[in-house]
């Protein structure tokens, strides 16, 4: 069965500094993983995916994240925060049809 | 392209009471999904629809919950006699037959059992 794990529910970072949120997967098979954010009150817009190929995968607003097979890990970084990035953050396995999601991790950008 | 839509956003209603959501996913993609969220979680997986076809359901999804997709096309999600415990955003997401996986996900229901 696939799991997920996501190191620290809050984040807290300064505009303009780099932004790391941890994702780190179980997966009996090859993973599909994804990167998904949550404005309050509202759904969840994806972020980036990696399936198969290149392991650093570029998505939208600046974000990126590096595929480690060693590491289990999919960790998203952006380089420097900004305001509009304060949001709840979802990394999450393909399991069977399904997604399996981490519980998130809540970024606060400080001004 | 519209994006999946739901209704209502918000449903308050009272312990016993029965409640039907709707979604409407995006039009060529012929596969939905229903995932709840409790508050500061994650969304977890419900059941899952292949055109008409429901194809897998989850544990969560116990016999006051059913879910229904008669065209292929919107769905439906009714939870009988509801329970405090059933206060929680209802998810709804759809995707394409293709080996991309992705999966896109509509703006909720929150729903408020008092």
């Known amino acids: 069965a696939q799991s997920v794990t996501q190191l620290g529910s809050h984040v807290s970072v300064s505009e303009g500094a780099l932004v790391l949120l941890r994702c780190n997967y179980s997966s009996s098979v090859p993973p599909y993983l994804f990167w998904y954010v949550q404005y309050p009150n509202q759904g969840l817009q994806l972020l980036l995916k990696?399936?198969?190929?290149?392991?650093l995968v570029k998505g939208i607003n600046g974000f990126e994240a590096e595929f480690k097979k060693s590491e289990t890990s999919f960790h998203l970084t952006k380089p420097s925060a900004h305001m509009s990035d304060a949001a709840e953050y979802f990394c999450a396995v393909q399991g069977a049809q399904k997604l399996v999601f981490g519980q998130g991790t809540r970024l606060t950008i400080n001004p | 392209d519209t994006g999946v839509s739901q209704n209502p956003r918000h449903k308050i209603t009272k312990r016993g009471q029965n409640v039907t959501f709707r979604c409407d996913p995006i039009s060529e993609h012929n596969r939905l999904y229903w995932y709840r969220q409790t508050l500061g979680q994650g969304p977890e997986f419900l059941t899952y629809f292949q055109n008409e076809a429901q194809l897998e359901k989850s544990r969560l999804l116990s016999d006051r919950f059913s879910a229904e997709r008669p065209k292929g096309s919107f769905s439906t999600l009714e939870i009988q006699r509801t329970e405090q415990g059933d206060s929680a955003m209802y998810l709804c997401a759809s995707s394409k037959r293709d080996s991309s996986y992705e999966q896109y996900f509509g703006p909720g229901t929150r729903l408020t059992v008092t």
């Open positions: 990696y399936t198969t190929g290149a392991t």
